[in-house]
């Protein structure tokens, strides 16, 4: 079988893209097949080319009705019957395309994961040669991730209710070890052909922004930057999203808004004048873009951090599907860190589960505050090993500006979380730094150790500043719990004993220590 006929016959490409070719082949020769790339790397061709091959129906589980809809639009058009089964069918119309699906119309049928027990499709389904079943998004299996749906637990009842068992293909673009570990385990991949693509992104330039006003510096880039193009401004509540579209309009800046809150119509037509270039961008919460293809988004804003490093990355990860040079920028601040604990906390979930929360949300905030290559910081996250030390495409790599040596800082904070006891959180070491008469400091008797009061001429944001760069570079240990604490780590000997040397970007230490100084 000549798959590269069959790639430029129904797709009109001539080559495949990374990793593609081994997991199509993979599939064609009979293996259980494991998928793992980063959004835009092409994984809807790993299925459907195979479908068009293979004898009989492919079905593709998938989570979204607004995916499954482009996507079948999309394959009428290159001349691929496809048809979906959800929650929107009237019964006619199900009925309907239960018997096409009978009398082998189709290739490809997605079907939304609450329909796959469903007795009359399992009916109807077990009469048909399926060769393949693809399980798009597969992460959403696991418990661990920040997509889960209860429903994808019915996929492994599914698979085993067929006599024959179809190949089964997996695809996600999360790479964290436990996910992947729980994918194959819960769905029950058979010795499954694993592939990875590699999850750098070279097109996409990294920024984060912790300075200044965040509304300011939104409306100067988005004056300056790609201003006849599309970009996506991602925002924690539906609130916020309905605050900053209106702010943006009154600044003559063409933005619509998307969230789960919005009536489907309108959502809908927010959506689509965002799609066609009617409006030039979109402000949205998470709810907007799990199977969102446009290719020429140019820039990801997060006017908010977002929970963790991979729903940060998949987010961004929506910019510059073309291949063309496109911006992620995040936008931090400390009020974001503290309504995502509140978020954590507020959630009943199991201690475990409630931990690793808090670290992978640390890890998030650890990125804001490094001064190393953001995208090997990326990269380090999804187990990625770096090959360069300076990508030159972040904005770390590319700022120039004047390091400063801080280690006499970074002792004076250690000695003092030692001094405390390890037993305290950030706000308490800063106060007990600087000297501060607060009640609680006086009544613990904090005014007492030997650290306190020996950075007075510090402000409270450079010392937090002093904190994030050790917690970043694992100096500081910040625990996971609801009332964080600063503990020492096992290398924060090194830098109290002087052998090491702590670094940090001069203009942010000095910009605080001045703003210190006005406010005396
Ligand atoms: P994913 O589902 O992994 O996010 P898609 O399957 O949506 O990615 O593919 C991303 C983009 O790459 C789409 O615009 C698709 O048409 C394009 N694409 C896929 N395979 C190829 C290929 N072999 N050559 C060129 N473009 C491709
Ligand atoms: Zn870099």
């Given at each position: 079988?000549?798959?590269?006929?069959?790639?430029k016959?129904?797709?009109?490409?001539?080559?495949f893209?990374k990793?593609q070719?081994?997991?199509?082949?993979?599939?064609?020769?009979?293996y259980?097949?494991?998928?793992?790339?980063?959004?835009g790397?092409?994984?809807?061709?790993?299925?459907?080319?195979?479908?068009?091959?293979?004898?009989?129906v492919?079905?593709?589980?998938?989570?979204?009705?607004?995916?499954?809809?482009?996507?079948?639009d999309?394959?009428q058009?290159?001349?691929?019957?496809?048809a979906?089964?959800n929650?929107?069918?009237?019964?006619?119309?199900l009925v309907?395309?239960?018997?096409?699906?009978?009398s082998?119309?189709?290739?490809?049928?997605?079907?939304?994961?609450e329909?796959?027990?469903?007795?009359?499709?399992?009916?109807?389904i077990r009469?048909?040669?399926?060769?393949?079943?693809?399980?798009?998004?597969?992460?959403?299996?696991?418990?661990w991730?920040h997509d889960?749906?209860?429903s994808y637990l019915?996929?492994?009842?599914?698979?085993?209710?067929?006599?024959?068992?179809p190949v089964?293909?997996?695809?996600t673009?999360?790479?964290t070890k436990?996910?992947?570990v729980?994918i194959?385990?819960?769905?029950g991949?058979q010795?499954p052909?694993?592939?990875t693509?590699?999850?750098?992104?070279?097109n996409?330039?990294?920024?984060?922004?912790?300075?200044?006003?965040?509304?300011?510096?939104?409306?100067?880039y988005?004056?300056?930057?790609?201003?006849?193009e599309?970009g996506?401004i991602?925002?924690?509540?539906r609130?916020t999203?309905?605050?900053?579209?209106k702010?943006?309009?009154?600044k003559?800046?063409?933005?619509?808004?998307?969230?789960?809150?919005?009536?489907?119509?309108?959502?809908?037509r927010?959506?689509?004048?965002f799609?066609?270039?009617?409006?030039?961008?979109i402000?949205?919460?998470?709810a907007?873009?799990?199977?969102?293809?446009?290719?020429?988004?140019r820039?990801?804003i997060?006017?908010?951090?977002p929970?963790?490093?991979e729903?940060?990355?998949?987010?961004?990860?929506?910019?510059?599907?073309?291949g063309?040079e496109?911006h992620?920028?995040?936008?931090?601040s400390?009020?974001?860190?503290?309504?995502?604990?509140?978020?954590?906390?507020?959630e009943?979930?199991?201690?475990?589960?409630?931990?690793?929360?808090?670290?992978?949300?640390?890890?998030?905030?650890?990125?804001?505050h490094?001064?190393?290559?953001?995208?090997n910081?990326?990269?380090?996250?999804?187990?990625?090993?770096?090959?360069?030390e300076?990508?030159?495409?972040?904005?770390?790599?590319?700022?120039?500006?004047?390091?400063?040596?801080?280690?006499v800082?970074?002792q004076?904070?250690?000695?003092?979380?030692?001094?405390?006891?390890?037993?305290?959180?950030?706000?308490?070491?800063?106060?007990?730094l600087?000297?501060?008469?607060?009640?609680?400091?006086?009544?613990?008797?904090?005014?007492?150790?030997?650290?306190?009061?020996?950075?007075?001429?510090?402000?409270?944001?450079?010392?937090?500043?002093?904190?994030?760069?050790l917690?970043?570079?694992?100096?500081?240990?910040?625990?996971?719990?609801k009332?964080?604490?600063?503990?020492?780590?096992?290398?924060s000997?090194?830098?109290?004993?002087?052998?090491?040397?702590?670094y940090?970007?001069?203009?942010?230490?000095?910009k605080?220590?001045?703003?210190?100084?006005k406010?005396?």
């Amino acid at each position: 079988m000549d798959i590269y006929k069959q790639l430029k016959t129904y797709f009109g490409y001539d080559m495949f893209k990374k990793g593609q070719e081994k997991l199509i082949k993979g599939i064609l020769e009979g293996y259980d097949v494991l998928g793992i790339m980063p959004t835009g790397g092409g994984k809807s061709l790993c299925y459907q080319l195979p479908a068009v091959i293979l004898e009989g129906v492919t079905i593709v589980v998938s989570p979204l009705i607004s995916l499954m809809k482009d996507q079948v639009d999309a394959l009428q058009e290159m001349g691929i019957e496809a048809a979906c089964i959800n929650s929107t069918l009237q019964t006619s119309e199900l009925v309907e395309i239960m018997q096409e699906i009978e009398s082998n119309r189709y290739k490809i049928v997605f079907v939304a994961p609450e329909r796959l027990n469903s007795n009359s499709f399992m009916n109807m389904i077990r009469h048909i040669k399926v060769s393949l079943i693809a399980i798009d998004e597969a992460h959403c299996i696991s418990q661990w991730g920040h997509d889960f749906r209860p429903s994808y637990l019915e996929i492994p009842r599914f698979i085993k209710r067929f006599k024959d068992r179809p190949v089964v293909a997996a695809f996600t673009a999360t790479a964290t070890k436990e996910i992947i570990v729980e994918i194959k385990a819960l769905i029950g991949l058979q010795k499954p052909l694993e592939v990875t693509t590699g999850f750098d992104r070279p097109n996409l330039f990294y920024q984060v922004v912790k300075e200044g006003n965040k509304l300011a510096y939104l409306t100067n880039y988005l004056s300056n930057h790609f201003q006849e193009e599309s970009g996506i401004i991602y925002c924690a509540t539906r609130k916020t999203v309905e605050a900053l579209v209106k702010k943006l309009k009154e600044k003559g800046i063409s933005a619509s808004g998307y969230h789960g809150g919005m009536e489907t119509e309108v959502r809908q037509r927010n959506q689509e004048s965002f799609m066609f270039n009617r409006t030039r961008i979109i402000v949205a919460t998470n709810a907007f873009g799990m199977g969102i293809d446009k290719p020429d988004v140019r820039f990801v804003i997060h006017y908010n951090m977002p929970k963790n490093m991979e729903a940060y990355y998949q987010e961004a990860g929506r910019g510059g599907r073309d291949g063309e040079e496109s911006h992620c920028i995040l936008m931090y601040s400390p009020s974001d860190v503290v309504k995502q604990k509140l978020m954590i906390a507020g959630e009943e979930v199991a201690a475990e589960r409630e931990a690793l929360q808090y670290k992978n949300l640390q890890y998030l905030i650890d990125f804001c505050h490094t001064n190393d290559c953001l995208r090997n910081k990326i990269l380090g996250y999804f187990g990625e090993e770096v090959t360069k030390e300076n990508c030159g495409k972040c904005s770390n790599c590319l700022d120039q500006s004047e390091m400063m040596d801080i280690t006499v800082e970074a002792q004076k904070v250690l000695s003092c979380i030692y001094r405390v006891n390890q037993r305290y959180g950030a706000n308490i070491v800063i106060q007990v730094l600087r000297g501060s008469k607060n009640k609680k400091i006086l009544e613990q008797g904090l005014n007492q150790v030997s650290t306190y009061n020996i950075m007075k001429d510090y402000s409270e944001k450079a010392i937090r500043e002093v904190i994030m760069t050790l917690s970043a570079r694992n100096y500081i240990h910040i625990t996971t719990d609801k009332f964080p604490v600063l503990k020492l780590t096992s290398q924060s000997r090194e830098v109290l004993q002087g052998k090491v040397k702590v670094y940090h970007k001069k203009d942010l230490i000095e910009k605080s220590l001045s703003e210190n100084k006005k406010d005396v």
